[in-house]
C-alpha cells in the first residue's frame, strides 16, 4: 500500500481517518509525539536529550526527529504500509525526509490534506471529549463519535474529559499557528503533484472511501 504523509489542522479528523485506515489495511500509524515519548520513558539517548530540551521549551532539533523516523519506518511493522502523524512540519523536515527515503529506497507514497474551515473546527474541538485511560476522542454533537452512553467511553467505561486548550480562545490561536506553518508545506507537496485535498467537514466513511480510493488507484 501507499504510504501517506496526512497534514490537517486541528480538529479536522485526523485521529479518526488513521484509526479507520489501521483497522482496514493494517498501516503503522507514527505520531511523531508519541515515539518521543516512548524514548521519553525508555530512558534512551535520544529520549534524555528530548526531555532535557522540552523541560527548557526548546524544540527537539529536527535531526533527532529524522532519527526516530529512520528507525520506526525500517522496522518490519510497516513493511504494509505507514501513516506519518506530525511530520513533516516545515519544508526543512520534508527536505530531510526526502533524503531519508532516497537512502532507503523508498518511496513517499500521498500526501492528504484534510481540509476544514476555522470556524467548523472550532464547534468540533470546544465539543470534543477525550477517554483519559485509553485516548478515544468522541464529539458530543456528533452522530458519527458521539459516545453511546452521554459522558462514557464507549471501550473503557470511565467519565470522559474535555482538554484545557480546547477553549475558544485558546484553540482559535492553535489553528493559526497551525495554518501559519502548514500552508508552505501544503504547496510544497502540490506543486510535487503528490497532495489530494478532502473536504474534512462530510461524514467519515465519505472521506475514507475518498481516501481508499486514492490508495488503491
Do not use: W
Amino acid at each position: 500500500m501507499k504510504n501517506v504523509i496526512l497534514l490537517a489542522p486541528p480538529a479536522a479528523g485526523k485521529g479518526t481517518l488513521s484509526e479507520l485506515l489501521v483497522e482496514k489495511y493494517g498501516y503503522k500509524h507514527i505520531s511523531t509525539g508519541d515515539l518521543l515519548r516512548n524514548e521519553i520513558n525508555n530512558k534512551t539517548e535520544i529520549g534524555k536529550q528530548a526531555e532535557s530540551l522540552m523541560k527548557e521549551g526548546k524544540f527537539v532539533s529536527d535531526d533527532v526527529i529524522v532519527s526516530l523516523i529512520s528507525k520506526t519506518i525500517s522496522d518490519n511493522e510497516c513493511d504494509k504500509g505507514y501513516i506519518l502523524d506530525g511530520f513533516p512540519r516545515t519544508i526543512v523536515q520534508a527536505e530531510k525526509y526526502d533524503k531519508l527515503l532516497n537512502d532507503l529506497n523508498k518511496d513517499i507514497g500521498i500526501v492528504i490534506y484534510l481540509d476544514i474551515d476555522k470556524e467548523t473546527a472550532m464547534k468540533r474541538a470546544c465539543s470534543r471529549l477525550n477517554c483519559p485511560k485509553c485516548g478515544r476522542i468522541y464529539n458530543k454533537y456528533s452522530e458519527d463519535t458521539k459516545p453511546r452512553l452521554e459522558g462514557i467511553c464507549d471501550d473503557c467505561n470511565v467519565k470522559l474529559t474535555q482538554r484545557a486548550d480546547d477553549s475558544e480562545e485558546t484553540f482559535g490561536k492553535r489553528f493559526d499557528e497551525y495554518m501559519n506553518k502548514t500552508m508552505p508545506l501544503y504547496d510544497h507537496y502540490k506543486k510535487r503533484n503528490l497532495l489530494f485535498k478532502i473536504n474534512a467537514r462530510e461524514q467519515k466513511n465519505d472521506i475514507l472511501n475518498k481516501v481508499i480510493k486514492l490508495l488503491e488507484q
